[in-house]
C-alpha cells in the first residue's frame, strides 16, 4: 500500500513537473522576507502580499530591526493591501518576538534550527501561526524537509482519491511525509506545483480538467 502511493504521488510530481516546470516558490530575498510573507498571504492572494512587501521594503522595514522600528499602527498601514491588515500586524509583531526569543539578534536561520518537531511546536505556539503559516517558514526560509498543506493540494488530492474530504492537516502532511523521500528540494517544488495546478486547472468551481497534466490520472474523480 505505502509503495503503491509512493509510485502515485511520484507519478503526479512528473506529470505535473513535466507540464510547468520549475516554479521557483518562494519568491523573496532573504529568510526573514520570506517568513513575513508567509503571514501575509494568509487569505489572500500572492498579488496583495507583493503590494504590502513593496511598501516594507520602501520604508527599510523588511528585518527584524526594521519592522522592529515601527509602530504597530504604521506596520498595519504599510501591510494595508495584504487585508486584515490590523491582524497580520500583530501577527508580524509576535512573529518578531517569537525570532527574539529564540535567537537574540532575530536572525531566522538561527531561529529555525534545532530538532524539527520541538521548532515546529514552538512556532504553532506564535498567535496567528497555524499549520500552513508554520510549514511554509520552515520550509521555505528554514530549509526544514516539512511539506505545505494548502488549499489547492487538499482540492487535487480529494479530486484524485488521494484524500477523504474533511481529512486533518496532520493527516495529509504525514501522506507526503510518509511517501516521499525526506527532500526540502522535492517538497518545495511539489507544493509550488499544487499552486500552478490549482490556479490553472483545479479551481474550486468550474474546474478546467480537459488539458490538465493529471486528465488521465487513475484516481481522478469528476468534480
Not at 173 to 188: D, G, H, K
Request: hydrophobic share 40%; glycine share 8%.
Amino acid at each position: 500500500m505505502k509503495r503503491r502511493l509512493s509510485r502515485r504521488l511520484n507519478s503526479i510530481y512528473r506529470r505535473l513537473h513535466a507540464r510547468f516546470g520549475p516554479q521557483g516558490w518562494w519568491p523573496g530575498r532573504t529568510r526573514f522576507e520570506i517568513a513575513a510573507g508567509a503571514v501575509l498571504t494568509q487569505n489572500t492572494a500572492w498579488s496583495n502580499v507583493e503590494k504590502a512587501i513593496a511598501n516594507l521594503r520602501k520604508a527599510g522595514a523588511l528585518s527584524v530591526r526594521g519592522m522592529r522600528r515601527l509602530s504597530e499602527r504604521r506596520l498595519a498601514g504599510l501591510v494595508r493591501p495584504s487585508g486584515y491588515f490590523n491582524q497580520k500586524a500583530k501577527k508580524l509583531r509576535a512573529l518578531l518576538d517569537w525570532l527574539a526569543s529564540r535567537d537574540r539578534g532575530g536572525s531566522v536561520k538561527r531561529a529555525l534550527a534545532g530538532p524539527l518537531a520541538e521548532v515546529r511546536a514552538s512556532l504553532l505556539s506564535v498567535s496567528g501561526v497555524g499549520p500552513e503559516t508554520a510549514d511554509s517558514i520552515l520550509l521555505y526560509a528554514g530549509g526544514r524537509p516539512v511539506f505545505v498543506i494548502d488549499a489547492y493540494t487538499r482540492r487535487a488530492l480529494e479530486r484524485h482519491g488521494l484524500a477523504a474530504p474533511g481529512a486533518s492537516y496532520e493527516e495529509l502532511r504525514a501522506l507526503f511525509e510518509s511517501s516521499l523521500p525526506r527532500s526540502v528540494s522535492l517538497y518545495n517544488e511539489y507544493h509550488a506545483l499544487f499552486v500552478r495546478l490549482g490556479k490553472e486547472h483545479c479551481a474550486k468551481r468550474a474546474p478546467r480538467c480537459a488539458g490538465c497534466p493529471l486528465e488521465r490520472d487513475p484516481g481522478r474523480r469528476r468534480p
